[in-house]
């Protein structure tokens, strides 16, 4: 069965769906991460992407549903995916639909982090991320977990977009695009919400329950 996670920038989305990967055999599709792999590999759209995330903006439709589209249609995470920051606008929640349509595959929960935006403050500005294994750390948080991460610590790095001026315009964009996806998802039979304040491990059990494992 597939997954959304769905809410804002720093909601945890990322940090749950990486237990949900371990624990469960998951496919995490986070279209953040592909995007920064462009970056990364210097492919044809690797600067404009640079360019939008670095200002808290979104990458056209276009640029974002080739790249999922690549994933969806790999047998490999077949039933299997939790889709980490995609859809962001109606748009993309109705091309969801229709690939997944097409690909003869079905959404088995929705599930809604909902957080404020001072906790999301707090979390993305001690965000840390493994340049390795993705793994995701809080300077504030996690100290202990930063000095024994089994890479090394020096592959844990902020992300360029994890400043202030630019939270702020993340969460502005998620507000005014995003939010509109809520009430496009909220009447679904399958939709939860779940409080993304709540410590990590409460929330990494709510959601076990819900995939009733
Ligand atoms: P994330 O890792 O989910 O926080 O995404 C980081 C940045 O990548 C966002 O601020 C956007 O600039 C871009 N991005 C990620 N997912 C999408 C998407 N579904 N549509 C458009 N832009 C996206």
Redesign the pocket.
Known sequence: MNIILFGP??AG??TQAQFIVKKHNYFQL????L??EEVKLKTTFGSE?EL??SN??????EI?NKL?KKSITNLKFRDRIIF??????VE?AKNLDLILDEFDQTIAHIIFLNVSRDVIEKRIMGRMTCDKCNMTLNEFFNKEQIELHPCGKEFLKK?K?DNLDIVVA?YD?YMKTTKPVLDFYSKNVNFIEIDGALEINQITNKINEILNV
């Open positions: 920038p720093g989305k990322g986070s279209t953040g991460n995007l920064r992407i939008l995330i808290g903006k979104f990458v056209s439709d974002v999922l980490d920051g995609y859809p962001r606008n993309q992300r977009d993340r964009t």
